[in-house]
């Protein structure tokens, strides 16, 4: 397993993504690529693993990301951390997670889920669910995690 950082990807890179991803992430990356880095874990030079690190511009903001963005102006937002379904259950994103924290070690991340279900994988993985900021009357399943440098 190898992870990489992969230099200029262009649209087609991403075309393993679920389509939503894909139909979210791609009008956005041109202006996006500048400031992000994209990372993989690969497997005999198969993408297995990737997720995207965003250091200044960041990917079209829901309404509770945008109330809580100031809280987390000098982290980095991880998006878009996906493993292929075959290679689920592995230990790959908590993998790709450590790499990502070993290439940046002084770096603190926050990120945003869907899914409740995700909570406990990425509370193994250092980070610590935001408390429910004050959200003004927004409804949203989201939960915003962090993970501060040790």
Known sequence: MEFK???????????FLPQDW???????????????????????LQVVCMGILFYKALPNLSPLEKIVRKQFEDYLYIGYLYTLPQYRSRGLASKWLEAVKQYAPQKNFWLTVEDPNLVPFYTQNGFVPLASPNLSGIETQEIILYSNCF
């Open 5 to 15: 950082n992969i230099a200029h990807p262009d649209h087609a890179f991403f075309d």
């Open 22 to 44: 894909k139909d979210e992430l791609l009008p956005q990356w041109i202006n996006l690529k500048a400031t992000a880095q994209v990372f993989v874990l690969e497997e005999h």
